[in-house]
């Protein structure tokens, strides 16, 4: 579990060097910011796209029934909520942008990569290495992230602490029946609802990324269940 502390305080040390350069910072500067953290974002899922490599009907079915169960479970309205209930209690006083939307996009970034859920399965096996890599690379987002959206993605940490420390806590069972197609197709799921986040932050779209989370678990599921059938 000491990497999923460590993880979660690289992200506050991250978040608070970014409110440092925060201040004053004039609103062009902050939105050049946004784009060039947006266009990487575009890239890192890409990336896992491509490194996941999948069964594409699994991804499909995965997709399609996650989606469903989202919608159904409202996980984009109550995360918001959730993120409002913050900006409540840590009203920003600058009012440049809004804590909800830095919590939100933050928490998806660090919590749906690749990383966060094979990192979270080895450290919960007591090899952190992956979550330690992965914490220099947060901890660099958060900071450039901080600097466009706030102290929302500061506490977007306690999201990623509930996510990673429940899976490492269950990576027992997880490892048991998870298979090298289900974990590529997991993180093939993963890629396009990082891009999806990414095309957000640039503004091209409004896509409700949180309702597809189930996708992370229903593709795999269907990869399992595919093997069964053909």
Known sequence: ????????????????????????????????????????????GISNVIKGGTN??????????GAICGTVLNISGNLERLGEWAESAFPDKNGKTSIAEGFVTAGLLFCVGAMAVTGSISAGQGDSSILFTKSV?????ASMLTVSLGIGVMLSSIL???????IALLSGVISTYLTEEMSATMICAGGLLIVA???????ITKIKVADYLPALLFAPLACLLFGFVM
Request: glycine share 12%; charged share 10%; net charge positive.
């Open 197 to 203: 986040l990414g095309l957000n932050m640039l503004g």
């Open 160 to 166: 990623l602490f509930i996510y990673q420390g429940s």
């Open 137 to 141: 690379l947060d901890m660099i987002s």
């Open 56 to 65: 594409d009907l699994a991804l499909i079915f995965g997709m399609v029934i």
């Open 1 to 44: 579990m000491i990497g999923v502390v460590v993880n979660s305080v690289a992200v506050i040390i991250g978040s608070l060097v970014g409110l440092l350069f925060r201040k004053g910072l004039p609103k062009k500067f902050s939105d050049s910011i946004m784009t060039g953290v947006a266009l990487c974002v575009v890239y890192i």
